[in-house]
């Protein structure tokens, strides 16, 4: 391994006594910091102000009211960059863990929309490096 932190002794080179890959590891890593991102304040906040009575809420994009089931709390600006992927663990906490007026509640079906369009330009750039690699 090339780089500053090679011949660091705390350097990781295995994960969990090298039973888990370095995929496996960030998959486990990013699983726990969204469960934690469940419980964080300003995505309740988001949708405590979304609500229009009880158990409605009023969707962002289609204004559409919908039951409780049906909201999702979306992050207006995505975890993960659709165009970039994913860059560092501190970006990735700092856009997880974002205050109250980064969070819009959407129904389900505009909330599947959105993560449809996001999928499609990862897929899109994912191709794109792989016939372009940098």
Known sequence: MVGEYADSPHHRMTYNDGKWSKARFRSFITSALRRASSRWGPKYGAKKAARVGRNQY???????IVPNKEAKVDHIV???????????????????????????????????????????????????????PP
């Open 78 to 132: 995505p975890v993960v960059d659709p165009v970039r992927g994913f860059v560092s663990w501190d970006e990735f906490i700092q856009r997880l863990f974002v205050e109250r007026d980064g969070y819009q509640i959407l129904c389900q079906a505009c909330h599947a929309v959105k993560s449809g369009q996001e999928r499609e330009i990862r897929k899109a750039n994912r191709k794109a490096l792989c016939v372009n």
């Open 58 to 64: 009023k969707c962002a994009a289609c204004a559409s």
